[in-house]
């Protein structure tokens, strides 16, 4: 299904607040700086939830999917998963949590949001973490990722997965989509897969990426080029894997917040069409009342929009 109008006027918008998901919400109107009591509230929060999980359930800690990375002094590879289950690792589904942060921001410790509800499902749930830039370039960052795709699948492959989902949040959502191509096809145990979860993505860099509130000192390493090479939007799908896609019904699930921007809801909506259009299976949704943050922060919450639909569609 598809909004109407997101809303908006281009010549009007100011891409540095378009570009900066604290300055969208409605939340903490009342305080002096809104904006960081939404950042501070975020991280109280998914760290409470994520700290919960880790007393409650089983976890192998810090398995890493990495191949290569440079180490300095200053910097240590974060090419690492946590792995949460309930009783049984092998032979339960998999769901998958890549977390955002403009890929230079946040980590596991404030990556649990998604374990309670979906462990409680029977699932087992992989926080991913990766290297940020500027220890890394976005490019780079972007092959490491296509190597935790090809640990995900066989690892999937060896503990006898019965199916696999995976989510990303903001800048998460961005890096799943480097799955929408033939590397997909190539990956064993390709066809357990079930769906997937973009939610609140950035899918287009061409305007953004010389923006300070994204990209400050370039530490992501981008010109006009690099973004537009590095922009889902602008990639052109490969017609292998929409037919692979359309043969083992991959459901995606391209979701947004009301109070997100317009850009980031122009976005979600542009990427759904592009999909839809490829013949895709696509559910595009703009949750109500929700924030860029708040969508994670209740997904734990039963009952909360967020969370029943995620549990609706994963069943």
């Known amino acids: 299904m598809y909004a109407a109008n997101v809303g908006g006027d281009a010549n009007e918008i100011d891409l540095n607040k378009e570009y900066s998901p604290t300055k969208n919400s409605k939340r903490f109107l009342e305080v002096a700086e809104p904006d960081k009591a939404v950042i501070e509230h975020f991280l109280m929060v998914t760290t409470k939830q994520t700290e919960a999980a880790r007393e409650k359930y089983k976890v192998r800690h810090d398995v890493s999917y990495g191949k290569n990375f440079k180490y300095s002094v200053n910097t240590l590879d974060n090419q690492m998963v946590d792995i949460y289950y309930k009783d049984e690792e092998n032979g339960t589904p998999i769901f998958v949590y890549i977390h955002g942060g403009y890929w230079q921001e946040l980590d596991r410790s404030t990556s649990g949001s998604f374990v309670e509800p979906l462990v409680e499902q029977g699932f ?12 890394v370039s976005l490019a780079t960052l972007n092959e490491q990722i296509k190597d935790l795709f090809e640990w995900l699948y066989a690892y999937a492959r060896d503990t006898e997965a019965s199916k696999i989902s995976i989510s990303g949040h903001s800048a998460g959502a961005y890096m799943l989509t ?5 590397s997909l096809l190539k990956l064993p145990f390709a066809d357990n897969t079930m769906s997937f979860f973009l939610i609140s993505g950035i899918f287009d860099l061409r305007e953004c990426w ?5 990209n400050p000192a ?7 080029v690099g973004a537009e090479e590095l922009s889902p939007i602008c990639r052109k799908l490969d017609a292998k894997f929409i037919e692979f896609a359309k043969e083992i019904k991959i459901r995606i699930h391209v979701l947004v917040a009301e109070n997100d921007s317009v850009t980031f809801k122009e976005q979600s909506l542009a990427f759904a069409k592009k999909l839809t259009d490829a013949g895709l299976e696509i559910e595009f949704k703009i949750f109500e009342r929700y924030d860029h943050f708040d969508i994670i922060e209740n997904v734990p919450v039963k009952g909360s929009e967020i969370n029943t639909y995620l549990l609706k569609n994963l069943v």
């Open 124 to 135: 087992r749930v992989i926080a991913v973490d990766y290297n940020l830039c500027p220890s």
């Open 178 to 182: 480097l799955l929408f191509n033939n």
């Open 210 to 214: 010389n923006l300070p509130s994204v």
């Open 218 to 224: 370039n530490i992501l390493n981008l010109d006009l």
